[in-house]
């Protein structure tokens, strides 16, 4: 199993970016992604996941209105659009999938808000 973040860099406070994870190694369409992320200093936090249906679920308060994420089966890639970004959105961002009992995690990509 493997997933690959893609699409970060550095915006100004307003802008928007669209992160990609592409993931392989077994049945995608099956699996709930999540998006974490993780700001320096701090704990890696839940941004959201979107089901194997399709479904967003457990947006971060402070996301909600403002990021969506969504899913392509075919692509095998799920997407976290984020508009209207914040300084303290900037974190590394990684996307995760349990299967089979254990947590795989991508390398993560880093996204840079400037005030």
């Known amino acids: 199993v493997q997933l690959q973040a893609s699409g970060g860099g550095s915006v100004q406070a307003g802008g928007s970016l669209r992160l990609s994870c592409r993931v392989s190694?077994?049945?995608?369409?099956?699996?709930?992604i999540y998006w974490y992320r993780q700001a320096p200093g701090k704990e890696r936090e839940l941004v959201v996941r979107?089901?194997?249906?399709?479904?967003?679920?457990d947006y971060k308060d402070s996301v909600k209105g403002r990021f969506t994420v969504a899913r392509d089966n075919v692509k095998n890639t799920v997407y976290l659009q984020m508009s209207s970004l914040r300084p303290e959105d900037t974190a590394v961002y990684y996307c995760?999938?349990?299967?089979?009992?254990?947590?795989?995690w991508g390398p993560g990509t880093l996204v840079t808000v400037s005030s």
């Open positions: 190694g077994f049945n995608f369409r099956l699996n709930s």
């Open positions: 995760n999938t349990p299967y089979r009992g254990l947590n795989y």
């Open positions: 979107i089901t194997s249906a399709g479904s967003p679920m």
